[in-house]
């Protein structure tokens, strides 16, 4: 069964950045788009960043200006480039791959840490 796995979480200073990456162990049917979602200790998960299959881009409020989500379609992977991190940044980090047709991927996570 595909899987997604993502990389690049870890433990920042405020102000500091991060690069998360994802990609598919396999073949993936056609896609109609890429996110970044996040779940904070004790919150909801929510949507961070999402990218179209024609590259149409839309972030949550907390995240424009900061992050900058992009794909590479030749190694069929997204990454979720995060600028001047803030400690409520802090979350498990989950990639999302929503298909045209079929179930929606979830990889199981990557967690960030903004912290002095």
């Known amino acids: 069964q595909v899987q997604l796995v993502e990389s690049g979480g870890g433990l920042v200073q405020p102000g500091g950045s991060l690069r998360l990456s994802c990609a598919p162990s396999?073949?993936?049917?056609?896609?109609?788009?890429w996110g970044w979602y996040r779940q904070a200790p004790g919150k909801q998960r929510e949507l961070v960043a999402i990218?179209?299959?024609?590259?149409?881009?839309n972030y949550a409020d907390s995240a424009k200006g900061r992050f900058t989500i992009s794909r590479d379609n030749s190694k069929n992977t997204v990454a979720l480039q995060m600028n001047d991190l803030k400690p409520e940044d802090t979350a498990v980090y989950y990639c999302?791959?929503?298909?045209?047709?079929?179930?929606?991927?979830w990889g199981k996570g990557t967690l960030v840490t903004v912290s002095a």
């Open positions: 999302n791959v929503a298909q045209l047709f079929g179930t929606d991927y």
């Open positions: 396999g073949n993936i049917g056609l896609i109609k788009a």
């Open positions: 990218i179209t299959s024609v590259g149409l881009k």
